[in-house]
């Protein structure tokens, strides 16, 4: 018999997702406390568009897009 390894997200795990992630806490920290796997924690932030690191440093202030004009991006 298979074990049931999925454990299903309540709206307490995603309110301290939230909290954590804007706190930067880093995923494997963030995991450990949820008792889940980096990976689901990884899918849970992209499933419920929470911003991450990665976007945020992409994102231009709105200065430097009126600096940068004659750039093409």
């Known amino acids: 018999m298979s074990k ?15 909290l954590m992630r804007e706190a930067r806490v880093p995923v494997k920290e963030i995991a450990k406390t949820l008792k889940r796997t980096p990976s689901a924690v990884a899918n849970r932030v992209i499933v419920l568009g929470i911003p991450t690191s990665r976007t945020e440093t992409k994102l231009k202030p709105e200065w430097w897009k009126a600096m940068m004009w004659w750039r093409k991006e």
């Open 4 to 18: 049931h390894t999925y454990k299903k997200w309540t709206q307490a795990d995603d309110a301290e997702l939230v």
